[in-house]
T-cell receptor
Framework: GENVEQHPSTLSVQEGDSAVIKCTYS??????FPWYKQELGKRPQLIID?????GEKKDQRIAVTLNKTAKHFSLHITETQPEDSAVYFC????????????FGRGTSLIVHP | DVKVTQSSRYLVKRTGEKVFLECVQD?????MFWYRQDPGLGLRLIYF???????EKGDIPEGYSVSREKKERFSLILESASTNQTSMYLC????????????FGPGTRLTVL
């Protein structure tokens, strides 16, 4: 089955810095890669996703890149703000009727004011 | 907006008790999931269901069972609660089409004494 590794487990940055979270996956058939953000005490919510036919996707201060050859994908947050502090989960899945993603273990991002 | 609700935010039970966690979604989603969230271990899938009365084991089904009698409701059952089942339990739902976002409930923090 699919295995997703996520690094780092904890990331501490100063406000205004950039943050990068990296994930690798094992199954070359995986073709959908969502990222979820979970603020303290709240539920995970999708913030951005990318499909295997796209190499990069941006949404304001966040972007995701995908390298299918190397089987890794990354979340980039620019100009970090204290409200970006949260746990971020990457996931990988194969398109199909039953969408069952495999999640990474999460990255706790702390943005210091 | 999709709304996924869970029956309790906090629950305290005794070892050996039978525990029911309920999840309801109001968007006619076919897929429903139960995850367990522990620090450093990410989101681990316990069970999922893609239709009424259908269920499939996830990565950690031991000690749990599920019930889906109606499309909108997915219950997680701990037949005989144990202290190692103390955790945060998250329910999620999604549509039965490829590449679809999972919508999570607020979570139930279960403590087994």
């Amino acid at each position: 089955g699919e295995n997703v590794e996520q690094h780092p487990s904890t990331l501490s940055v100063q406000e205004g810095d950039s943050a990068v979270i990296k994930c690798t996956y094992s199954d070359s058939a995986s073709n959908y890669f969502p990222w979820y953000k979970q603020e303290l005490g709240k539920r995970p919510q999708l913030i951005i996703d990318i499909r295997s036919n796209v190499g990069e996707k941006k949404d304001q201060r966040i972007a995701v890149t995908l390298n299918k050859t190397a089987k890794h994908f990354s979340l980039h947050i620019t100009e970090t703000q204290p409200e970006d502090s949260a746990v971020y989960f990457c996931a990988a899945s194969i398109s199909g009727g039953s969408y069952i993603p495999t999640f990474g273990r999460g990255t706790s991002l702390i943005v210091h004011p | 907006d999709v709304k996924v609700t869970q029956s309790s935010r906090y629950l305290v039970k005794r070892t050996g008790e039978k525990v029911f966690l309920e999840c309801v979604q109001d968007m006619d989603h076919e897929n429903m999931f139960w995850y367990r969230q522990d620090p450093g271990l990410g989101l681990r899938l316990i069970y999922f269901s893609y239709d009424v009365k259908m269920k499939e084991k996830g990565d950690i089904p031991e000690g749990y069972s599920v019930s889906r009698e109606k499309k909108e409701r997915f219950s997680l059952i701990l037949e005989s609660a144990s202290t190692n089942q103390t955790s945060m339990y998250l329910c999620a739902s999604s549509l039965l089409i490829k590449d679809n976002e999972q919508f999570f409930g607020p979570g139930t923090r279960l403590t087994v004494l």
